[in-house]
């Protein structure tokens, strides 16, 4: 069964730093692309970054450049958002998403989201 | 950026009804057209990909169509269980990543 768990929100200043978890279980990780999609409340969906499954190819929106970062690890099956430079329009749940494939962006598998707060 | 545009904002039907939801690209997105479901305080689920593909254990009565930039979400009988919102996503490799505004498909 394929779990993806993500950890590591909470309450953060602006301007202020966290760092993300999903730990992944139940498929080969390292044959799929990942992404971090945020949602704020009470609005829709955004895709923030994603990473192909190989770590090659990494990609984001213009709104976190600079700022949040994407990496994996795929001998521990996990991967992480830095987000330094917080601001207060970050505020929302962030999900951890499952690709189709190594390099294929739909998402068939998602995280229950980690709420990341970001107070003004 | 592409921009997904859904139409309507909301959808006000009963159970048994058809369902008929709309998502337009502000360019072509070739076949590269996902439909997510989501429900309240839940995760979203994968529904379509690549505009007619059913995700596993999604039933018959949801159906996608389109090519190019329009694009079509059905429901052909509308049960409890699938009043929900509704986002379409383009994948293709002109980032970033897109998601449409959602689609509210509500109780009448």
């Known amino acids: 069964e394929v779990q993806l768990l993500e950890s590591g929100g909470g309450l953060v200043q602006s301007g202020g730093s966290l760092r993300l978890s999903c730990a992944a279980s139940g498929f080969t990780f390292g044959s799929y692309a990942m992404s971090w999609v945020r949602q704020a409340p009470g609005k829709g969906l955004e895709w923030v970054l994603g990473i192909y499954g190989n770590g090659g190819g990494t990609y984001y929106t213009d709104s976190v450049k600079g700022r949040f970062s994407i990496s994996r690890d795929n001998s521990k099956n996990t991967m992480y958002l830095q987000m330094n430079s917080l601001r207060a329009e970050d505020t929302a749940v962030y999900y951890c998403?499952?690709?189709?494939?190594?390099?294929?962006?739909?998402?068939?598998?998602w995280g229950q989201g980690t709420l990341v707060t970001v107070s003004s | 950026e592409i921009v997904l545009t859904q139409s309507p904002a909301t959808l006000s039907l009963s159970p048994g009804e058809r369902a008929t939801l709309s998502c337009r690209a502000s360019q072509s997105v070739s076949d590269y057209l996902v439909w997510y479901q989501q429900k309240p305080g839940q995760a979203p689920r994968l529904l379509i990909y690549d505009v007619s593909n059913r995700a596993t254990g999604i039933p018959a009565r949801f159906s996608g169509s389109g090519s190019g930039t329009d694009f079509t979400l059905t429901i052909s009988s509308l049960e409890p269980e699938d009043f929900a919102v509704y986002y379409c996503q383009q994948r293709t490799n002109n980032w970033p990543l897109t998601f449409g505004g959602g689609t509210k498909v509500e109780i009448k």
């Open positions: 998403a499952k690709g189709g494939g190594l390099t294929t962006y739909y998402f068939d598998y």
